[in-house]
């Protein structure tokens, strides 16, 4: 009998969508991923995340619940004990659970947490670091372009002509272990990169295979956009930012692809350990980033919490089913969500969830590539007046402000009450609807401005669309505000079940039916063997 299949995810940090060159983008330079996708796999052209930041997306991902749900919408709250994950889920059904430590996943102060979801954790560090950037003192100082723009540049190489990085140290580590793991045995590797995240730098051949004039048109700020507030003050904040050039935009953009070149070569050497250990065919493979970046949209870098542009939410992802399952591989336009990662890996796994999820198995649409799948996808971000635990500021400036720091002007922004409240957006594949806590909304057709440059919030036309998407939005909250755990809990305490039926159980049967109270019988085989006991 065939074993469990192995459930293989490669997650990338910060990866747009339209980083990928199938997807699209001529100037991208991704053959692995273009290639798995003709042959082996579904790549989700509108593919969502529920969570424009690291930690929220990944604790609703490797859940199947979205960040409301237990709150999650904060980078300071992770898994905690009384939650399961995916990958404890896996180990409880047998499966060896690989991961590496960049997980921003599970609350690192719980001791023996971590080993909960997983069976053995790389942690690295075992060999040097890599060398820095080319240009000494890239930040140079505050009021400089580059202090605040996350831009390194060219990363220097070692006597090997290489910058072996962590990710690289985890690569490896990853295929070694798919290399050398029992063959009857089932495996979960979680493997999570730090590239493409900023600071934007990579090292050659990366760095100069972009060709800078095959870079599409990026999105522009618009001086009447009325886009989210939270921008505009990042901008504010950014002093130095304002000099750039479209030449040095378009170097941005040119490293971060070369960044995402980079994480495509590491994704074809885990494929090539997967097919050197026989595992290729049996395993379900998942390629999917977290979130987006800014890379330049909007004259930004980096992210927001509560901003909600398609290069913050629309991320890649790619699924490669195990053998026996229907696949149509190629590019798919259905919309789905990151939630359904989760969904389609227990299905594959046959594994059945522990508590209730919100995501739903792909499937289908992996069979039908043409399949319609989700009317609308979701996603949230931001935080309550006054909510300091979720105010990345605060968090970070207790000890006193520190202007220096590259995410200084993101964290002085999200002090703001305003600027920084709660968020949600709904899109139906072409309009989108961002609606916010202090009422302010945003709203855009992709069909007429793909690059979501105007706010057309207030143009009368809409509003019957705007009203649908709203009510749709309030639908949506009202089915997944919260979840009833599986397990029962009893009305009764033992204490209070004796007390209720002592006076109906002769003396000589007492130790007998205190045994069944304490076994755990409920209130109603208590009350019925009680009232046998009374006829005797």
């Keep these: ?12 940090d910060q990866m747009r969508a339209d980083a990928l060159r199938h997807l699209g983008n001529p100037a991208s330079v991704t053959p692995n991923l ?26 609703s991902f490797a859940t199947g619940l979205y960040p409301h749900v237990y709150g999650h919408r904060t980078m300071a709250h992770l898994l905690r004990s009384h939650e399961s994950s995916i990958f404890s889920e896996l180990k409880d059904a047998g499966y060896d659970v690989w991961m590496n430590a960049r997980n921003d996943l599970i609350a690192g102060q719980i001791k023996g947490l971590c080993e909960r979801h997983a069976s053995e954790i790389f942690y690295g560090g075992e060999v040097p670091s890599a060398p820095g950037p080319v240009r000494e003192n890239p930040r140079g100082k505050r009021g400089d372009k580059d202090f605040y723009s996350f831009y390194r540049g060219q990363l220097k190489v070692d006597e090997n002509g290489k910058n072996y990085s962590s990710d690289d140290e985890a690569v490896d580590a990853a295929a070694r272990y ?28 990366y760095f100069s295979a972009i060709d800078r004039q095959k870079l599409r048109r990026r999105a522009k700020n618009l001086p009447d956009a009325d886009k989210a507030y939270i921008e505009q003050l990042v901008r504010q904040n950014m002093i130095g930012l304002e000099q750039y050039t479209e030449a040095d935009w378009d170097e941005m953009r040119a490293v971060y692809l070369g960044m995402c070149m980079k994480v495509d070569e590491e994704f074809g050497r885990l494929i090539q350990a997967l097919k050197d250990a026989g595992r290729y065919d049996n395993a379900a493979i998942f390629f999917f980033s977290d979130h987006g970046d800014y890379t330049g949209d909007y004259d930004l870098p980096e992210k927001n919490q509560n901003a909600f542009p398609h290069c913050l939410t629309n ?14 591989a190629g590019i798919s336009d259905s919309l789905v969500e990151l939630v359904d990662f989760y969904a389609t ?50 968090n970070a400036h207790r000890g006193g402000e520190n202007v ?29 609807l961002v609606y916010r806590a202090h009422g302010k909304l945003e ?30 939005m309030l639908a949506w909250y009202q089915d997944t505000c919260d979840i009833v755990p599986y397990q029962y809990d009893a009305r009764f305490s033992a204490e209070m079940l004796w007390n209720r039926v002592k006076r109906m159980v002769p003396p000589e049967h007492a ?26």
């Design 178 to 205: 798919i290399r050398t793991a029992d063959p009857e045995q089932p495996l979960c590797v979680f493997l999570g990169l730090m590239f493409p995240h900023p600071p934007y730098q990579v090292e050659e051949p």
């Design 345 to 394: 890996a227990m299905d594959f796994a046959g594994v059945t969830p522990d508590h209730t999820q919100f995501g739903r198995s792909l499937r289908p649409v992996l069979a039908d590539r043409k399949a319609p799948f989700r009317e609308y996808v979701f996603c949230e971000g931001g935080r309550n007046a006054g909510e300091t635990h979720c105010d990345e500021y605060h």
């Design 404 to 432: 220096n720091g590259e995410y200084w002007p993101r964290q002085k922004a999200m002090s703001v009450d305003e600027a920084h409240c709660k968020g949600t957006m709904i899109f139906d594949g072409r309009y989108k």
């Design 1 to 12: 009998m065939d074993r469990h299949p192995d459930i293989i995810i490669f997650n990338p």
């Design 511 to 536: 130790d007998e039916m205190k045994k069944l109270i304490e076994d755990g019988g409920d209130i109603a085989a208590v009350i019925s063997t009680a009232f046998q006991y009374s006829k005797k």
């Design 443 to 472: 709203f855009y057709d992709l069909q007429t401005d793909p690059l979501e440059e105007h706010n057309v919030a207030k143009d009368g036309q809409y509003l019957p669309r705007m009203l649908e998407l709203q009510a749709a």
């Design 34 to 59: 273009d290639r798995f996708q003709q042959t082996d796999a579904v790549s989700f052209r509108n593919a969502f995340c529920q969570n424009p930041v690291c930690v929220p997306s990944r604790c």
């Design 315 to 328: 991320v890649p992802l790619l699924v490669k089913p195990p053998k026996g399952v229907s696949v149509d």
